[in-house]
């Protein structure tokens, strides 16, 4: 019963050269991802394309009032604050 189940998130799994897991995308999309890797701050959900956690990105999006000055802050995409958020919010509402 648990195969079902692991299969989902088998094709969010990235192997190393020994066969073991080494990072899992844990949101967004193959373009965009939010990605785990235990060698990477620990495994805190972190926003591939520029290397900031989901949770500063979200923290910034307060702070600094809104998306498009988190993006403007850091010097990153708004795409990517937008998508720290989502993820973040998604967290936070299951915790």
């Given at each position: 019963?648990?195969?079902?189940?692991?299969?989902?998130?088998?094709t969010?799994?990235?192997?190393?050269?020994d066969?073991?897991?080494?990072?899992?995308r844990a949101?967004g999309?193959?373009?965009?991802?939010i990605i785990?890797?235990p060698r990477?701050r620990?495994?805190?959900p972190?926003?591939?394309?520029?290397?900031?956690?989901?949770?500063?990105?979200?923290e910034?999006?307060i702070?600094?009032?809104?998306?498009?000055?988190?993006a403007?802050a850091y010097?990153?995409?708004?795409e990517?604050?937008a998508?720290?958020?989502d993820?973040?919010?998604?967290?936070m509402?299951?915790?």
């Amino acid at each position: 019963m648990i195969g079902p189940i692991a299969e989902l998130y088998l094709t969010r799994l990235e192997f190393g050269a020994d066969g073991l897991a080494c990072q899992f995308r844990a949101w967004g999309d193959v373009d965009n991802p939010i990605i785990m890797n235990p060698r990477r701050r620990f495994g805190e959900p972190i926003v591939a394309s520029c290397g900031y956690t989901a949770q500063a990105l979200w923290e910034a999006s307060i702070v600094e009032g809104g998306l498009e000055s988190a993006a403007k802050a850091y010097r990153v995409k708004p795409e990517e604050v937008a998508i720290a958020c989502d993820c973040y919010d998604h967290l936070m509402s299951a915790a």
